[in-house]
Structure formats: C-alpha cells, structure tokens
T-cell receptor, first 112, second 115 residues
Framework: AQSVTQLGSHVSVSEGALVLLRCNYSSSVPPYLFWYVQYPNQGLQLLLKYTSAATLVKGINGFEAEFKKSETSFHLTKPSAHMSDAAEYFCAVSGTGNQFYFGTGTSLTVIP | EAGVVQSPRYKIIEKKQPVAFWCNPISGHNTLYWYLQNLGQGPELLIRYENEEAVDDSQLPKDRFSAERLKGVDSTLKIQPAELGDSAVYLC?????????????FGPGTRLLVL
C-alpha cells in the first residue's frame, strides 16, 4: 500500500529564508512522487515529480526536491522564500492505476 | 490549451436536496478523477474513469453519490440527498492515461456548503 506523511501542518519562514517542507513515503513498489501547490480557492498545480530518473528534481518557481530511498523521503526545498510562495503544499505518491495518495498538506506562511 | 473546467465554483444547498457538479477534462485526456477535499486535508479519490468506464469507485458512497462520464469526455458527479457532512470541495482531475508516473491536472474545484 502507498501513503505519504507530511511532517508539520504549518510552516512559517521569513522572506528570503530557506523553505523546507517534509514528506516521507511508504510504498511497496518503486514510487512515483509528486509535489503540488494549492493557492486559496484554486485547484492543485504540479510543482514537480519524481519518476525514477534523476534523484534531484527541479520544478517550477525555484522549488526542487530530492528523492532519498534510504530515508524514504522526498522533501521540498527552495533557497529563498518569496511572499508569493504562501500556499498549501501537498505531497502525493501514485499507486495502481495512477491513483494518487495525498498527504494532509503543509500550510506555508511567509513573513515579510 | 484550456485546463480542467469545473462548474459551478460554489454551491449552497439545504440538506436533503440534490446537487450536481460538472467537469470538462483537458482535451485528449482519457482518465478522469473525482476527488473529495475536506477542510485541512488532502484530496481523497472518489472515482476514476478510463474513457467512459468507471474502473475504481470503491471509495464512492453509492447510497447517495453517483457519477457518469458519457461519451468518455465530460463527467457529472451527483449527490442525492445531500447531508451536512458533504460540505467540502469536490475536485476533478484528468490525465492522459493511467500510468503511475503521469501527471494529474486539477480543476479549480466546486466548494459545496450544505446547510
């Protein structure tokens, strides 16, 4: 069975500081992992995905994530937070038939 | 290219009333998903379609929920009768196919409030 755990339902960072959002996965097969962002009253937008190619994945808006099999992690990072990064972030793992299993989300607040 | 379109964006109804949500996926996307997103939670799959066939509806509460995808394009999700606990955001997503590495593209969702 596939699942993801997002540690920290709320994360606050200062503008210009490092953003680190944590995601750990559980999967019985090699996983495909995704990070989505959701702005208020909008749908989910793909930031990046891991599909077993390079372990360091670069996405949109300066975000990247590193797949670490030994740690079963896929943490999302951004070197310098911007006010526009304030949103809800979801990690997901895909399973049979491309069914996505989402984490409970992390709300990112950026402090000016 | 247009994204996934959903309507209405917002719906307020009284309990026991019926309600329907409509989704138009990205052109050419064979796989369509309906998700339920409760406040403060991640989306949870309700039903998945491959063309016009519902291939995974194990999480759909069939006593009150129904869905259809006529001609393998647009889809409608219905609740009858609605209950207070159905208040949530209903998201539609689509993908080209059903391979595990394929990206799902999400619509803006329909926010339902049951009074």
């Amino acid at each position: 069975a596939q699942s993801v755990t997002q540690l920290g339902s709320h994360v606050s960072v200062s503008e210009g500081a490092l953003v680190l959002l944590r995601c750990n996965y559980s999967s019985s097969v090699p996983p495909y992992l995704f990070w989505y962002v959701q702005y208020p009253n909008q749908g989910l937008q793909l930031l990046l995905k891991y599909t077993s190619a390079a372990t360091l994945v670069k996405g949109i808006n300066g975000f990247e994530a590193e797949f670490k099999k030994s740690e079963t992690s896929f943490h999302l990072t951004k070197p310098s937070a911007h006010m526009s990064d304030a949103a809800e972030y979801f990690c997901a793992v895909s399973g049979t038939g491309n069914q996505f299993y989402f984490g409970t989300g992390t709300s990112l607040t950026v402090i000016p | 290219e247009a994204g996934v379109v959903q309507s209405p964006r917002y719906k307020i109804i009284e309990k026991k009333q019926p309600v329907a949500f409509w989704c138009n996926p990205i052109s050419g996307h064979n796989t369509l998903y309906w998700y339920l997103q409760n406040l403060g939670q991640g989306p949870e799959l309700l039903i998945r379609y491959e063309n016009e066939e519902a291939v995974d509806d194990s999480q759909l509460p069939k006593d009150r929920f129904s869905a259809e995808r006529l001609k393998g394009v647009d889809s409608t999700l219905k609740i009858q009768p609605a209950e207070l606990g159905d208040s949530a955001v209903y998201l539609c997503a689509s993908s080209l196919g059903r391979r595990a590495e394929e990206t799902q593209y999400f619509g803006p969702g329909t926010r339902l409030l049951v009074l």
